[in-house]
């Protein structure tokens, strides 16, 4: 696969995130969260039955192998799952657009320590960019809330929004981990066992969770529309983006493709405004203008200097 393949395919993939996660806001009034999580790997695992089988040509899986998928499925869909959810209860939304914009940063930093990266100086300017702009949006609904309040304050003490900051900085490195841990997993496996292994292991670990919430949960009322969104959300979140973003890692390197999860707050907002009658500011337009920036930044070409592996 080129290059330009490889970037078309982590964008649209973060941008699916962006659009399953807003969309999903109706399917958390329906079903509770491990709930949710449990149907979501339960479908996704059956979508993907054929994909468990190990091709002709690959490798039989080492013990370090297992042990990295393990890992990708753990923080990169249990924990980071965990985390972001009760990480934002406990404090502000501000806090929690302003920590995770530092995705990109941690995904850079942490493929420089652990894959030996080289982190051109284009690559780091591209992160700058994220950061900068999903750290306007936040400022911009800071603002919006305060309008909206007039001076209401909200009643969070001290401790709990450190814990809540603390939570939500966890999941920044879970989703860095995924990043990192997935790029090392495309070597040896092909994208779409990475793909079904990770969410059966995702689905052994919610598993328990989801028969506790399911145990007293009423599924007559649940209407047609939210078992069709929960299939859209199911394919979406443990099917498709998992699997373009393995194919993408495959050609570009850990801390380039970490500037593409700019792009989830970014399709995130633009679903709300087509689809859920929601409004921009031009600040916002602004900052989504710095972030995309960022992405251009990281993707156009410049010979074979850039993101290359030393």
Known sequence: MNRIAACACLALSMSLVGSYVALSKPLVAVFPVFLLAWLRFGIGGAAMLHWLKKPADEAPMTRQTRQLVFLESFLGNFLFSICMLYGVSMTSAVAAGVIMASIPAAVAIMSWLLLRERVTLRVWGSVACAVVGIALVSLSKYEQ??????????????????????????????????????????????????????????????????????????????????????????????????????????????????????????????????????????????????????????????????????
């Open 145 to 310: 809330s305060i309008s909206l309040d007039k001076g209401q304050s909200t009643d969070l003490s001290s401790n709990k929004q450190w814990m809540g900051n603390l939570l939500l900085l966890a999941a920044v490195m879970c989703e860095a981990a995924y990043a990192v841990i997935g790029k090392k997993l495309t070597g040896v496996l092909g994208p779409k066992r990475i793909t079904a292994l990770i969410n059966l292991w995702g689905l052994a670990l919610v598993t328990p969770l989801g028969l506790w919430a399911a145990w007293n949960f009423d599924f007559a009322p649940v209407p047609s529309s939210a078992w069709l969104l929960l299939l859209f959300y199911s394919l979406a979140a443990s099917v498709w983006t998992v699997w373009l973003w393995m194919t993408g890692l495959k050609a570009v390197p850990a801390s380039q493709a970490g500037v593409f999860t700019v792009l989830l707050p970014v399709s995130a907002a633009a679903v709300g405004v087509v689809f859920l009658g929601e409004t921009m500011n031009a600040m916002e337009i602004g900052a989504f203008g710095v972030a995309l920036t960022g992405v251009v930044l990281a993707t156009f070409p410049q010979g074979k200097s850039l993101g290359a592996t030393q």
